[in-house]
T-cell receptor
Framework: SQQGEEDPQALSIQEGENATMNCSYK?????LQWYRQNSGRGLVHLIL?????REKHSGRLRVTLDTSKKSSSLLITASRAADTASYFC??????????FGRGTSLIVHP | EAQVTQNPRYLITVTGKKLTVTCSQN?????MSWYRQDPGLGLRQIYY???????DKGDVPEGYKVSRKEKRNFPLILESPSPNQTSLYFC?????????????FGPGTRLTVL
């Protein structure tokens, strides 16, 4: 069953702007992951942040985790048209296997 | 190359005609799973398997069957497809551990049932 829920459902920005999307979850987690999906393609893993970490970076991606608020955010800096995709968070709810939210659809206009 | 493969990638069929979508991974993952993706509904899990001969229902198992006779393969079977099973299907696999449970996804199978 779905645990993480992304917000907003859709986001439209101009190239060069930053994009921020959020994920909220309900129970304790071991880690939280973010995935990207280009239209009609399989999901691709972007970044994993463990429950004892607060922030993680990977290139233009910055992920934060606040376990007290049960929320995470994904920041894409200096966005490009090629960043247009859907972004999903996945939480493992204390088990081994992540479950996915409904995703945020990001459109970056050139 | 580490990958999850699915076949076929596209399939158009008619109501009631049994079909199988194959999924194979070459990463020695214990865990394999099937999802369907429909507009506005995100990814919904159909079935999953924690290891060989161990399968369990996900959120939307009705109308589907799976088997896990070998570690690398996890076929999805639709015994009598119906139009409401028209969807985009993904297979995924991962290790069963809290430290390294990144899921690897196949490229997807777009199924249309007429």
């Amino acid at each position: 069953s779905q645990q993480g829920e992304e917000d907003p459902q859709a986001l439209s920005i101009q190239e060069g702007e930053n994009a921020t999307m959020n994920c909220s979850y309900k129970t304790s987690i071991n880690n939280l992951q973010w995935y990207r999906q280009n239209s009609g393609r399989g999901l691709v893993h972007l970044i994993l942040i463990r429950s004892n970490e607060r922030e993680k970076h990977s290139g233009r991606l910055r992920v934060t985790l606040d376990t007290s608020k049960k929320s995470s955010s994904l920041l894409i800096t200096a966005s490009r048209a090629a960043d247009t995709a859907s972004y999903f968070c996945a939480t493992d709810e204390g088990s081994y296997i992540p479950t996915f939210g409904r995703g945020t659809s990001l459109i970056v206009h050139p | 190359e580490a990958q999850v493969t699915q076949n076929p990638r596209y399939l158009i069929t008619v109501t009631g005609k049994k079909l199988t979508v194959t999924c194979s991974q070459n990463m020695n993952h214990e865990y394999m799973s099937w999802y369907r993706q429909d507009p506005g509904l995100g990814l919904r899990q159909i079935y999953y398997s924690m290891n060989v001969e161990v399968t369990d229902k996900g959120d939307v198992p009705e109308g589907y069957k799976v088997s896990r006779k070998e570690k690398r393969n996890f076929p999805l079977i639709l015994e009598s497809p119906s139009p409401n099973q028209t969807s985009l299907y993904f297979c995924a696999s991962s290790f069963v551990t809290t430290r390294y449970n990144e899921q690897f996804f196949g490229p997807g199978t777009r199924l249309t049932v007429l």
